[in-house]
């Protein structure tokens, strides 16, 4: 069965870092797209960085520079490295993976097959 299971969620300061880990279980794809999204309250899905089964990454303007996305073990395990944590990163994150890298960058969140229920990220001033 196919699962995604985020964890490293937390409560920081800011100027803090935290690692979020997504366990990738079940996924039969060897060409694909995955990403990270967060959700604010009250606020649409937003996408934070998205990486391809060729290895290209990408992220939002305002995550870059600070926010890494990686995989260990080929695609069993997503990673976001955020760093220079801000208060308005506080959101609940999620990993999404879907089962084509075709129109990666633009997919949106409603448009990834597979979600994961999501890991809260509380960052205080």
């Known amino acids: 069965q196919l699962q995604l299971v985020e964890s490293g969620g937390d409560s920081v300061e800011t100027g803090g870092s935290l690692r979020l880990s997504c366990m990738v279980s079940g996924f039969p794809y060897s060409s694909y797209c995955m990403g990270w999204f967060r959700q604010a309250p009250g606020k649409e899905h937003e996408g934070v960085a998205r990486?391809?089964?060729?290895?290209?990454?990408e992220y939002a303007d305002s995550v870059k520079d600070r926010f890494t996305i990686s995989q260990e073990n080929g695609k069993s395990t997503l990673y976001l490295n955020m760093t220079s944590l801000k208060p308005e990163d506080s959101a609940k994150y999620y990993c999404?993976?879907?089962?084509?890298?075709?129109?990666?960058?633009?997919?949106?969140?409603?448009?990834?097959?597979?979600r994961g229920r999501g890991t809260q990220v509380t960052v205080s001033s």
């Open positions: 990486i391809n089964s060729n290895g290209d990454t």
């Open positions: 999404a993976a879907h089962f084509t890298p075709s129109s990666c960058w633009s997919r949106s969140w409603y448009n990834f097959s597979y």
